[in-house]
């Protein structure tokens, strides 16, 4: 697939992705990591135009010079912009205005691309980062409708007209033994990478054992049975003071209504799988799970030495690992350099990929990563154990 396929493939998914939903499902901003789906959108556009076309198309005339402070998100280098927890005030531009934004920008680009052979490396690489820029918000877009839609008294269900991943069903519990000895972990840039995943590097891991399968929501339920949220010998302090102060006592959108348990999905509210993988965790929680399970979470070493033995890609895992850069990271010039390298504080590592992730956008290097709290993405739960100090 040459770029300007690529490039028509990853336009057209983003808004598949919105497809069949109402122009008022897309405009809501109901907490502040939540953007309205039209602002992914229209951000997505604005990256090709602020990064590509603007420096790179003679004669290329801006859509509307309001959106570089509409659309960028946070480049300080780029200028200034909309505070974050404003973009729900926003009703215009429209959603009607972003998708012919998009088809301005899109026929521009694919103009520009018919002449792949006569890119620059340099600019190459910056297109295919945008794609995967792209990528990241199509999983983006997935968790914000179904956390608007989620937060929608009707509970409605709404369409999902993108190919996803099945989500295995978990029938046991396996753990894998890994071995005392040096690994290599991280990116060597042979292949597209996030800065982040830079550079390969060798790390020295203790013996271990890793589960292979994800935790299940018949295992997590059995942890809030056993008065999992009630009892602080489980919990981070400041996860402790969370669950008391925001009322937690189960996973995002799970419903206990006389006496079952409910979860919501695309199809609505649904009677809660057992045997799926428990999803929407916080870190808190999947910490304070394994606590009270007399194990831990992995470090993002551990989990990638062991990623071939495990079955993964329908969650997004938590590690044990704050969002640190790598040895000899160094962020790129200019805005680009933004991208990853300021957000490397107050953050754990998560690994893996979810059943929201775009179709071949992970890969076992990925690093992506998320304040503690949170958990309105498609996060779950994997188990690790110090082999001197299992317990069963």
């Not at 897309?26 to 556009?45: A, E, I, Y």
């Not at 005030?89 to 899109?106: E, F, G, K």
């Amino acid at each position: 697939m040459n770029l300007l396929e690529k490039y028509q493939q990853v336009r057209t998914r983003s808004e598949n992705v919105c497809q069949g939903l109402q122009a008022e499902d897309l405009v809501v901003q109901p907490v502040v990591d939540v953007s309205p789906p039209k602002w992914h959108l229209g951000h997505t556009t604005w990256f090709f135009e602020t990064f590509v076309l603007l420096p790179h198309r003679v004669g290329y005339q801006v859509f509307n010079d309001q959106y570089n402070y509409v659309f960028n998100s946070y480049y300080e280098t780029v200028g200034a912009r909309v505070v974050r927890t404003d973009r729900g005030n926003l009703s215009r531009p429209t959603v009607s205005d972003i998708m012919t934004y998009r088809s301005h920008v899109d026929a521009a680009m694919q103009q520009f691309l018919s002449g792949e052979s006569g890119l620059t490396e340099t600019l190459r690489s910056t297109i295919i980062l945008g794609l995967n820029h792209e990528e990241q918000h199509q999983e983006l877009l997935i968790t914000d409708i179904k956390y608007i839609l989620g937060n929608n008294p009707l509970l409605p269900a709404y369409p999902t007209d993108y190919p996803q991943p099945p989500v295995p069903a978990i029938t046991g519990e396996h753990w894998i033994s890994m071995s005392e000895g040096i690994y290599e972990i991280g990116a060597n840039g042979g292949e597209f990478c996030f800065d982040n995943e830079l550079n390969r590097h060798k790390v020295y891991l203790a013996p271990y054992q890793i589960r292979q399968e994800l935790v299940s929501n018949g295992e997590y339920l059995a942890f809030i049975e056993s008065g999992g949220y009630t009892d602080f010998r489980y919990w981070h302090a400041e996860g402790w003071e969370w669950i008391k102060t925001q009322g937690v006592k189960a996973p995002m959108y799970w419903y206990q209504i006389d006496g079952v348990w409910y979860h919501y999905t695309p199809e609505g509210l649904q009677p809660l799988p057992l045997d799926q993988p428990v999803c929407h965790i916080s870190y808190f929680e999947a910490w304070a799970y394994a606590q009270w399970r007399g194990v831990r979470l992995p470090t993002e070493a551990e989990w990638e030495s062991a990623q071939a033995q495990l079955e993964w890609g329908s969650r997004w895992e938590w590690t044990e690992s704050a969002y640190l850069p790598y040895p000899g990271f160094t962020k790129a010039e200019g805005a680009i350099g933004e991208y990853n390298g300021k957000f490397m504080v107050n953050q754990m590592v998560l690994r893996g990929a979810s059943q929201a992730t775009t179709p071949d956008h992970s890969r076992p290097t990925y690093r992506n990563f998320f304040h503690t709290h949170l958990r309105w993405q498609f996060t779950g739960i994997r188990l690790a154990r110090s082999v001197k100090s299992a317990t069963f």
